[in-house]
T-cell receptor
């Protein structure tokens, strides 16, 4: 089944404790992206990747890191999480980064930072 | 500024009523794409439709229809004879050229639709 998977689905952590949210897609998509969803703000892009080893900042990259060493994986790293990073996170992928294709979203990761 | 505005934060209707979700966008680009996504209570995001900036033809898919008007920068979504299963948050999104030949997807804040039996 074609899908985007994220792990963990739920995470409660404390300020400053490094964490990684994994994202994997099995559709051989070139483009991958991370979003955060906050009430009243919709989804905002954190980072995106046009292909392996090609990543760039979205609208809200502060406090996050990403890497794209393999085509299928695009982990999101919070080196020192803070309470303002409490949010619902979505990973997404699409065949190309040309804007035409719809994005396929993972199930979401709900992160709480205390 | 390039943005998407969904002015209706929440809409509540009774089953079988028709309902229209508004979406207004701003962009300086001549080539862009517009999308609607649905987020049911289970939380996942589901693609509904895509429109490119050169195609103003309206589209109908079952009970769903979309009206794209470049003159008013709007891409509205109508559900005819709404059903309880239509209850969800609906997002309108604009895809525009970004840096380094990329494209950027800008979401509206979403409209929560509640369909009551």
């Amino acid at each position: 089944e074609a899908q985007v998977t994220q792990n963990p689905r739920y995470l409660i952590t404390v300020t400053g404790k490094k964490l990684t949210v994994t994202c994997s897609q099995n559709m051989n998509h070139e483009y991958m992206s991370w979003y955060r969803q906050d009430p009243g703000l919709g989804l905002r892009q954190i980072y995106y990747s046009m292909n392996v080893e090609v990543t760039d900042k979205g609208d809200v990259p502060e406090g996050y890191k990403v890497s794209r060493k393999e085509k299928r994986n695009f982990p999101l790293i919070l080196e020192s999480p803070s309470p303002n990073q409490t949010s619902l996170y979505f990973c997404a992928s699409s065949p190309l980064g040309d804007g035409y294709y719809e994005q396929y979203f993972g199930p979401g990761t709900r992160l709480t930072v205390t | 500024a390039q943005k998407v505005t969904q002015a209706q934060t929440e809409i509540s209707v009774v089953e079988k009523e028709d309902v229209t979700l508004d979406c207004v966008y701003e962009t300086r680009d001549t080539t862009y794409y517009l999308f609607w996504y649905k987020q049911p209570p289970s939380g996942e995001l589901v693609f509904l439709i895509r429109r490119n900036s050169f195609d103003e033809q309206n589209e109908i898919s079952g009970r769903y229809s979309w009206n794209f008007q470049k003159s008013t920068s709007s891409f509205n979504f109508t559900i005819t004879a709404s059903q309880v299963v239509d209850s969800a948050v609906y997002f309108c999104a604009l895809s525009i050229p970004g840096p380094k030949s990329s494209y950027k997807l800008i979401f509206g804040s979403g409209t929560r639709l509640l369909v009551r039996p």
